[in-house]
């Protein structure tokens, strides 16, 4: 396989300034490359975020590969600028170039070799694409996913292109991801000189107490593959700023990411019954805002982990392990619609920071991986 067209691709990407939700134009490149060679594309745009859907085939299996055209802003502390892709001691260096523009450019390459060498494969090749990742995604692929389902298009297979590797390419495979739920709780007190504590409610010592009870939870014991559900404190906040006042209220953050062991529902039921203990008997009150981020997703079914896997020990002779650990990804959206859902991508260790970069040894073998695993996929019986 040749490298210079996954290099010259990823950096004409790198190069655009599409920070979320702005595509700059990358998947138009995306799309007049695939067009080329007969794909069928619509896009699906929101707002300000654009989406892209691109196919080549009508029949199953339909293997989709997922991934999003935005970056997050560059930050301050680059030593080449974050949008002029520069290589640098084996690597190109560029905001993207993990996270994710480079697996974009090597599964768009992937599909065009594959559909060269292979013109009337069976099966489908789909790359589904937003701007809106880095954002909440609701104008990106949540709405997407939720239009092909209404038109009664199925998946079958679905990399997501985000970077899965912990310290070499092809270590690891994301397999899965815990669930994410936000809640956002205020309790109200009653406000007044610390000098006389009968006359106030303090809703400070209220939430103390709440936080602690919490804290103990054993929420799950986890699940196969998942650790137990965590719980976090992401934020405080109270008082008027002087210090003979007791605040009338108090303002907290949490998160929990959770495994499918247990559920957002009985999560928040398990919250809100600590509240209500705590705070009628101190007479306090509370209101809660919860936000369900994330559902919990293991993917189903072994042929695409299989077929993942074995492309992966052919191309670099090493055998991933499986994680769901770190955040979340669009993988939580597609894996609603599609039953095998994985995610790989390259080395993760410079996203979101100054100076991203991938060596470019990895490029070539990140195209390597995606073509064989359409492979294996589309045509398991050569």
Known sequence: MDLLPVLELTKELVSRKSITPNDSGCQHIIQSRLDLIGFKWQYLNRNATSNLWITHGNSSPVLVFGGHTDVVPPGEGWKTDPFTPTQVDGTLVGRGTQDMKTSVAAFTEAAIRFVKDNPNHPGTIALLLTSDEEGD???????????????????????????????????????????????????????????????????????????????????????????????????????????NVVPGSCEILLNLRYSPAISAEEIEKRIEAVLKEVCERDGCTFKIEWKRSALPFSTKGTNLISAVTEAIEEVTGITPRYSTSGGTSDARFISQWCPEVIEFGPVNNLIHKANEAIPLADMEKLEQVYYLTIKKLLTPNP
């Open 137 to 243: 995604g609701l104008d990106g692929m949540k709405m997407v996913v939720e239009i092909l389902q209404n038109r009664g298009l199925k998946a079958d297979f679905s990399i997501v292109g985000e970077p899965t590797c912990v310290t070499q390419f092809g270590d690891t495979i994301k397999n899965g991801r815990r669930g994410s739920l936000n809640a956002k709780i205020i309790i109200e007190g009653t406000q007044g000189h610390v000098a006389y504590p009968d006359k106030v409610k303090n809703p400070i010592h209220v939430a103390s107490e709440v936080l602690a009870k919490l804290k103990d939870i054993q929420w799950d014991e986890g699940h196969p593959g998942f650790p137990p559900t965590s719980f976090q404190v992401s934020n405080i906040n109270a008082g008027t700023g002087a210090v």
